[in-house]
T-cell receptor, first 114, second 115 residues
Framework: DTAVSQTPKYLVTQMGNDKSIKCEQNLGHDTMYWYKQDSKKFLKIMFSYNNKELIINETVPNRFSPKSPDKAHLNLHINSLELGDSAVYFC?????????????FGPGTRLTVT | KNQVEQSPQSLIILEGKNCTLQCNYTVSPFSNLRWYKQDTGRGPVSLTIMTFSENTKSNGRYTATLDADTKQSSLHITASQLSDSASYICVVSGQGSSNTGKLIFGQGTTLQVKP
């Protein structure tokens, strides 16, 4: 039983394309997150949603747009992909914002932009 | 500026040996500190969480320590196994609202255990 799942696991695409990554959690958590892990392994938060409402929006290009249709799903859409977008993207969830340190991570989506 | 720094950046040890990973932080006010293990190609998985009042916490062969005065934490791995090969990430949570109290991630220590 997967707690936090992401699709696809690998994504290879060309510059300029638009792509989406999907995330679902079956933990009943209220808060979901998107992180970007670059080649140096640093995890950087991009967005956070609490009960479908955006609560954290870091300095991320507006080509990145998160969408939360319900509190179990948080998808990431990226427009006009650039080479620098190549990274591993992790989705995570936590019971709520007060317990944001209890984050459960998905397996990651490795995005390669050529 | 809130920061989390880990050392060493990478480490190679022989199977069966012990090792200690370090984490220094400047996050204030401090709420808690968590160590994550990230296997290659997978998402991070929590090992331990330390609050301000806790000095030591164990999880099997993993023992985490916290010195809130010096703002340092360590993760000690005893009798290492090949499956311990992974990146170990120190994550500090500050107090405050969900926006201002974000998690601050260290860059991780990559551990390789050789037979």
């Amino acid at each position: 039983d997967t707690a936090v799942s992401q699709t696809p696991k690998y994504l290879v695409t060309q510059m300029g394309n638009d792509k989406s990554i999907k995330c679902e959690q079956n933990l009943g958590h209220d808060t979901m997150y998107w992180y970007k892990q670059d080649s140096k392994k640093f995890l950087k938060i991009m967005f956070s949603y609490n009960n479908k409402e955006l609560i954290i929006n870091e300095t991320v290009p507006n080509r990145f747009s998160p969408k939360s249709p319900d509190k179990a799903h948080l998808n990431l859409h990226i427009n006009s992909l650039e080479l620098g977008d190549s990274a591993v993207y992790f989705c995570a969830s936590s019971p709520g914002t007060q317990r944001r340190y209890e984050q459960y991570f998905g397996p990651g989506t490795r995005l390669t932009v050529t | 500026k809130n920061q989390v720094e880990q050392s060493p950046q990478s480490l190679i040890i022989l199977e069966g040996k012990n090792c200690t990973l370090q984490c220094n932080y400047t996050v204030s006010p401090f709420s808690n500190l968590r160590w994550y293990k990230q296997d290659t190609g997978r998402g991070p998985v929590s090992l331990t969480i330390m609050t301000f009042s806790e000095n030591t916490k164990s999880n099997g062969r993993y023992t985490a320590t916290l010195d809130a005065d010096t703002k340092q934490s360590s993760l000690h791995i005893t009798a290492s196994q090949l499956s311990d090969s992974a990146s170990y990430i120190c994550v500090v949570s500050g107090q405050g609202s969900s926006n201002t109290g974000k998690l601050i991630f260290g860059q991780g220590t990559t551990l390789q255990v050789k037979p």
